[in-house]
């Protein structure tokens, strides 16, 4: 045996049974489950969708899936739907990379002091697109919401339309962009800045249902919910915010509709 090949040189051999160390998903790793993840909330979504769509009786054609699509009682079961899909494909996922679920995702409770400044942050951007929203001359709130709340006020399901909006959409789309995104595409070469830019622009496209203006408002408010989430370590934190943002939208939609 030569020396190079002596036992002293030899690379390490773990203990049998030793589990291996735990590992995030990098650029690559992330983007595919990434697409996968998307892949099983939708699929939870439409699923809704194609039920109602089956169980209508209607002919399957334009007007039908129209109709569908803006009936708040199936927006908001569809919403709903998604968030076992997502939270099944994440728990694979971190499991996967032997790194607990929450560790993965950074579910840590916020203190009090950040809680403060993370709303104190949302409201100054908030009032900010409401002055630019009235200086434009353009409305406060997208006539998609009124159209899809009116429906489900009128089918007694308004409970849980705040249900979906204010609670299971924020715990979907943060777990997958503030959570699962940010956390892989941080720690690869994007950094932490990279990281924020890239899962706001996909959380934006989460939300093609706006139109522009609206669409620059979620892209501006994915950039301060990826600050926060960078400077705090805390989803939890952005999932309370994302929570109470959509509720105060929601708030806002239910008095513009009984004053319209």
């Given at each position: 045996m ?5 036992p002293?040189?030899?690379?390490p051999?773990?203990p ?23 892949g ?12 109602f769509l ?6 399957m054609?334009?007007?039908a ?5 803006t ?8 919403v ?11 728990w694979l ?5 032997r ?9 840590r409770?916020p203190?009090?002091r ?8 949302m409201?100054?951007?908030m ?15 997208p006539?998609f919401?009124?159209d899809?709340?009116k ?5 007694g399901?308004?409970?849980?339309l ?6 299971a ?13 940010y ?5 690869s070469f ?37 600050y ?11 999932v309370?915010l994302?929570g ?16 319209s």
């Amino acid at each position: 045996m030569t020396a190079a090949e002596s036992p002293a040189d030899a690379a390490p051999v773990s203990p049998p049974g030793k589990s291996r160390e735990p590992r995030v998903w990098k650029f690559i790793g992330t983007s595919l489950w990434g697409v996968a993840l998307f892949g099983a909330m939708f699929a939870g979504q439409v699923a809704v969708v194609a039920y109602f769509l089956v169980t209508s009786g209607e002919p399957m054609d334009t007007s039908a899936m129209t109709a569908l699509l803006t009936n708040g009682r199936i927006i908001s079961l569809s919403v709903i739907m998604g968030l076992p899909a997502i939270l099944a494909m994440l728990w694979l996922a971190t499991r996967l990379s032997r790194t607990p679920f929450a560790d993965y995702l950074a579910l840590r409770w916020p203190s009090w002091r950040t809680l403060a400044t993370g709303v104190a942050s949302m409201v100054l951007l908030m009032v900010a697109w409401e002055v630019i929203s009235r200086v434009a001359g353009r409305e406060s709130s997208p006539g998609f919401m009124t159209d899809v709340l009116k429906t489900a006020r009128a089918d007694g399901a308004l409970w849980i339309l705040v249900f979906a909006f204010c609670v299971a959409a924020p715990i979907v789309e943060e777990f997958f962009a503030r959570g699962f995104l940010y956390r892989g595409w941080s720690e690869s070469f994007l950094r932490p800045a990279g990281a924020i830019l890239l899962s706001s622009a996909v959380w934006t496209l989460m939300h093609l249902q706006y139109n522009w203006f609206f669409l620059a408002q979620v892209f501006s408010i994915g950039l301060l919910l990826g600050y926060l989430r960078y400077r705090s370590n805390s989803t939890w934190l952005t999932v309370i915010l994302h929570g109470l943002n959509n509720l105060a939208a929601t708030i806002q939609t239910i008095w513009l509709a009984n004053n319209s």
